[in-house]
């Protein structure tokens, strides 16, 4: 018979007492240290089987018993429980300490970025409207301002612009929603949120004023943008691997913190540069279509990558304007064959 030390809770009560735990087969004795019978039976269950901390035995009257060996692990059929083997299999344990490393940086990196990539065609138009609505309100308060161009030419621009991409042989995803907005932290510049709504500043129109095309050409590379949501597949990205983060430390508050900052976090990422050549090649094929010169695009990123070099941009530039290796895509734009005539 096997005997073990520890502290027996009586049932439906606040007290207990030191009592021994005896076991033969299937069957369990608690006794007390005066040797009286508090609990008998084989109708038991085990606690959380956590390491260093000992394994709870809960009886079906409601007691239970602690044992004072932290080490124990009794069970009904007599076999330690998997989670006690594994940590005390020697390959086990190495083998966590290189794979689940491993697993973690794989989960993070391919694993639920691409998940959340291959869920996102499927989401509701609705999430990138919300999305693009409280983006807007975050932004206007933070770093946007009023636009200072006329209403005038602001409407002007806007119908010019909504006119072309009406002439385009594929619907997009979403009616773009254009907005003119000032932003001297930014410089000239534009983006777009998933959702459609493109946010054009102002120094962007004053930079590309008496180059209409290139302006066109900047639009349609963030309507390139929008068609292949790649505003919503960042976020969702992000999100899937905060939330595992959040997860394995057990700070569910982050995952609030990361609905709250969708808006500035989606505005922050910089596009891969997979993301960029397909909007810059949608850009320069919907240029052909209108009837256009494809070097318009280049023409655009040649003006903004000037402006960037002189020093007038700001720290916020960098963020908004991350897009890799201005002169390979100024090269790409020139020579885009003419082919190339389907937006995709």
Known sequence: ?????????????????????????????VRSSEGEVLWQGSNFSTGLDLPGLATELHFDDGSYFVPDDVSLRLSVDGKASLATRLEQHKVAIGLSVLLVPLLLWWLATRGLPGFAT???????????LTI??????????TLLGNSALPEAQQQQWRQQWLLAIAQLPEPLLFQPDIQFRQAKGMGANAFALPGGTIVVTDELVTLLADKPDALLAVLLHEAGHVQHQHGLKL???????????ALIFS?????SEVLLGSGSSLMQAAFSRDMESEADLFATSALLVLGKNSSAFADAIEAISQQQDSGSMEQWTRYFSSHPSSRERIEQAKNQPAASTTPR
């Open 1 to 29: 018979m096997q005997s073990y030390s520890g502290t027996y809770y009586f049932a439906g009560r606040s007290n207990c007492c030191a009592a021994l735990l005896q076991r033969q087969h299937q069957q369990l004795i």
């Open 118 to 128: 291959a869920v996102v065609p499927y989401l509701p138009k609705s999430v990138s």
């Open 132 to 141: 693009d609505r409280q983006s807007m309100q975050i932004l206007d308060n």
């Open 235 to 245: 976020l969702a990205q992000s999100t899937a691997t905060t939330m595992l983060l």
């Open 251 to 255: 700070d569910l508050e982050v995952l």
